[in-house]
C-alpha cells in the first residue's frame, strides 16, 4: 500500500541543525510531489516547502526561507528535510504529505516526527 | 494569524448538521483556486477529507461535503456522530506569498 515512513523523533540544541527524512513506497516516486508540514504544539498546519521529484526543483515558504532546504533520493524513494538554527519555536510535529500535482491536496501523510529544540 | 480564517470551534449534538467556513481572499480562494479539507483525530496525522472544493476520496462518507464561492468554501457535516469530533482545516494557495499553500487556522469540532 501507499506509505510514507519518516524518521524518528529528534531533540536539538537552539543555533543546531536537522534533517527529517520520508521514504515512500507503494507508488511510483516521481509521479507526486513531496511537501514538508509543521504542526507546533497545540497549534494549527503550516506548510514548509515542497519538492519536485524528477527535477528536485524546491519551493519554500517564505518565513522558512534560507533555513530550511528539501533534497530527494530517487535511488531509495526518499526526500529530505533539512532546518537549519533550530530555534526554541521550532520544537513541532513535521509531516511530509504527497501531492499528485503541483496546487493539487494532499492525500497521503507520513506518521510526522516530532522535532524538540532545547537548551 | 492565518491567510484563511476559519472558526476556532463548532459544536453538535449527534445527528445534526453542522458547517464549518473558510473565509479567504481574491488571491487565495478567490482567484479560483481549489480549497481542500483536512480531517485531524487527535494525536493522529490529517487525513484528507474533500479535494478540489467538493469532491470526496474513496472512503470518505458523503456525509462530509464541501462548497466554494466567491472567497469562501464551506465544509458540511450531515448525521454527525461522536467519531466526527476532530480538529478540521481548509488548504488552498495563495499567489501573494510566493509559491506558498496555506492553511486555515483550524476549527475544533465538539460532538455534544
Known amino acids: 500500500q501507499v506509505q510514507l515512513v519518516q524518521s524518528g523523533a529528534e531533540v536539538k540544541k537552539p543555533g543546531a541543525s536537522v534533517r527529517v527524512s520520508c521514504k515512500a513506497s507503494g507508488y511510483t516516486f516521481t509521479s507526486y510531489y513531496i511537501h514538508w508540514v509543521r504542526q507546533a504544539p497545540g497549534q494549527g498546519l503550516e506548510w514548509v516547502g515542497t519538492i519536485n521529484p524528477i527535477i528536485s526543483r524546491t519551493d519554500y515558504a517564505q518565513r522558512f526561507r534560507g533555513r530550511v532546504t528539501v533534497t530527494r533520493d530517487t535511488s531509495t524513494s526518499t526526500v529530505y528535510m533539512e532546518l537549519t538554527s533550530l530555534k526554541s519555536e521550532d520544537t513541532a510535529v513535521f509531516y511530509c504529505t504527497r501531492g499528485r500535482w503541483e496546487l493539487d491536496a494532499f492525500d497521503v501523510w507520513g506518521q510526522g516526527t516530532m522535532v524538540t529544540v532545547s537548551p | 494569524q492565518s491567510v484563511l480564517t476559519q472558526p476556532p470551534s463548532v459544536s453538535g449534538a449527534p445527528g445534526q448538521r453542522v458547517a464549518i467556513s473558510c473565509s479567504g481572499s481574491s488571491s487565495n480562494i478567490g482567484a479560483t483556486y481549489d480549497v481542500h479539507w483536512y480531517q485531524q483525530l487527535p494525536g493522529t496525522a490529517p487525513k484528507l477529507l474533500i479535494y478540489?472544493?467538493?469532491n470526496r476520496p474513496s472512503g470518505v462518507p458523503d456525509r462530509f461535503s464541501g462548497s466554494k464561492s466567491g472567497t469562501s468554501a464551506s465544509l458540511v457535516i450531515t448525521g454527525l456522530q461522536a467519531e466526527d469530533e476532530a480538529d478540521y482545516y481548509c488548504q488552498s494557495y495563495d499567489r501573494s506569498l510566493s509559491g506558498s499553500r496555506v492553511f486555515g487556522g483550524g476549527t475544533k469540532l465538539t460532538v455534544l
Open positions: 478540489g472544493n467538493t
